[in-house]
T-cell receptor, first 114, second 113 residues
Framework: GQQLNQSPQSMFIQEGEDVSMNCTSS?????WLWYKQDPGEGPVLLIALYKAGELTSNGRLTAQFGITRKDSFLNISASIPSDVGIYFC??????????????FGKGTKLSVIP | ETGVTQSPTHLIKTRGQQVTLRCSSQSGHNTVSWYQQALGQGPQFIFQYYREEENGRGNFPPRFSGLQFPNYSSELNVNALELDDSALYLC????????????FGPGTRLTVL
């Protein structure tokens, strides 16, 4: 089945530093999504990427959909304490019969040191 | 807020019991998916419902079943609970045919003893 390799698994950074995390896949996806999850809550959508090569920003967040459609990265600039959480990449693929399946990476746990 | 709600928030069951979890989709969304998230892992796709029919399933046994109602609310049922079923269960809704984006509810934390 499809698998997403997300790295790094965890990061400890100083407040104000930039952060970069990425995801690679053995399969092609139609859409890449980046989510953030706080403890005890559901994932919250940060950025959605729909076209190969697309570069999209959302405030301090920037993400790109790889040209091969098998990878994506997420950058966070000038990190702040509220950026703490677990970041997930997810690939969306149409699997036939009207079914859309979302496959997640294992997450990157971000800790920000004030 | 995503407009997706789930109930209950937490639930404790014993092995062998059955459980029903509920989800209310975001208004206008006709597709709902359910995910299981074990501790320290990413969510795993269980199944998807579109117009009250299951139209996609992940690697989960038949004792995981679901329903979607005309008002786009849905249920996840798990029979013969096992200890490994302890997890956060998430539902996510979308409007099929629009942008490929799913919006998640806050989840139900199920503990099986």
């Amino acid at each position: 089945g499809q698998q997403l390799n997300q790295s790094p698994q965890s990061m400890f950074i100083q407040e104000g530093e930039d952060v970069s995390m990425n995801c690679t896949s053995s399969s092609i996806f139609n859409t890449w999504l980046w989510y953030k999850q706080d403890p005890g809550e559901g994932p919250v959508l940060l950025i959605a990427l729909y076209k190969a090569g697309e570069l999209t920003s959302n405030g301090r967040l920037t993400a790109q959909f790889g040209i091969t459609r098998k990878d994506s990265f997420l950058n966070i600039s000038a990190s702040i304490p509220s950026d703490v959480g677990i970041y997930f990449c997810a690939g969306f693929a149409y699997s036939g019969a009207g079914s859309y399946q979302l496959t997640f990476g294992k997450g990157t746990k971000l800790s920000v040191i004030p | 807020e995503t407009g997706v709600t789930q109930s209950p928030t937490h639930l404790i069951k014993t092995r062998g019991q059955q459980v029903t979890l509920r989800c209310s989709s975001q208004s206008g969304h006709n597709t709902v998916s359910w995910y299981q998230q074990a501790l320290g892992q990413g969510p795993q796709f269980i199944f998807q419902y579109y117009r009250e029919e299951e139209n996609g399933r992940g690697n989960f046994p038949p004792r995981f079943s679901g329903l979607q109602f005309p008002n786009y609310s849905s249920e996840l049922n798990v029979n013969a609970l096992e200890l490994d079923d302890s997890a956060l269960y998430l539902c996510a809704s979308m409007y099929a045919g629009a942008t490929d984006t799913q919006y998640f509810g806050p989840g139900t934390r199920l503990t099986v003893l």
